[in-house]
T-cell receptor
Framework: QQKVQQSPESLIVPEGGMASLNCTSS?????YFWWYRQHSGKSPKMLM?????GEKEEGRFTVHLNKASLHTSLHIRDSQPSDSALYLC????????????FGAGTRLKVIA | EAAVTQSPRNKVTVTGGNVTLSCRQT?????MYWYRQDTGHGLRLIHY???????QIGDVPDGYKATRTTQEDFFLLLELASPSQTSLYFC???????????FGHGTKLSVL
């Protein structure tokens, strides 16, 4: 079973709309989260990180984190066709050595 | 931006064949990772290392060996390749300060 679960699997939003993506872990050794974006045919690139409870905003992107429930969410406002990509949630599993596990991803499509 | 170079970009082999995937980073990062990416599974961690001579087992290690010969070079070895190992393989190095992962362009492996 994957340690990191993402929902929804896919999402279609109109240009200018809001996209909301979710990520949860069931592993109590998880302590930090990142969001990566992967455009088709490319490698993943880090979009945002969040390490403490609360909210973090960078431009059109906002992430939330609830450490008690190990839940993070990514919100993209004013979505653009260029935001169409696979969004991957990554979590750090802290068991002495740091390993980073990923969810299966949410495929976002923004239609004009 | 940090650079991670993978080779080859594409590889085709037959069942039972011997394959070595190479990864080099010149970012002075300590940690390096090998992942495989398959539709519906996201990125799954195969092996990782925090320095030359070190090897840590990931979440899907069966059928794979790895070796970290220097801080820069990390190799993934498939000694008896099977069709189930057909996948897109990514190598990543981890930035020492904020733990961001930098990915190579990937190696597409087909085992016939």
């Amino acid at each position: 079973q994957q340690k990191v679960q993402q929902s929804p699997e896919s999402l279609i939003v109109p240009e200018g709309g809001m996209a909301s993506l979710n990520c949860t872990s069931s592993d109590r050794n998880v302590d930090y989260f990142w969001w990566y974006r992967q455009h088709s045919g490319k490698s993943p690139k880090m979009l945002m990180s969040i390490f403490s409870n609360g909210e973090k905003e960078e431009g059109r992107f906002t992430v939330h984190l609830n450490k008690a429930s190990l839940h993070t969410s990514l919100h993209i406002r004013d979505s653009q066709p260029s935001d169409s990509a696979l969004y991957l949630c990554a979590a750090r599993v802290n068991t002495g050595n740091y390993k980073y596990v990923f969810g299966a991803g949410t495929r976002l499509k923004v239609i004009a | 931006e940090a650079a991670v170079t993978q080779s080859p970009r594409n590889k085709v082999t037959v069942t039972g064949g011997n394959v070595t995937l190479s990864c080099r980073q010149t970012n002075s990062h300590n940690y390096m990772y090998w992942y495989r990416q398959d539709t519906g599974h996201g990125l799954r961690l195969i092996h990782y290392s925090y320095g030359a001579g070190n090897l840590q087992i990931g979440d899907v290690p069966d059928g794979y060996k790895a070796t970290r010969t220097t801080q820069e070079d990390f190799f993934l070895l498939l000694e008896l390749a099977s069709p189930s190992q057909t996948s897109l393989y990514f190598c990543a190095s981890r930035e020492n300060s904020n733990e961001r992962l930098f990915f190579g362009h990937g190696t597409k492996l087909s085992v016939l």
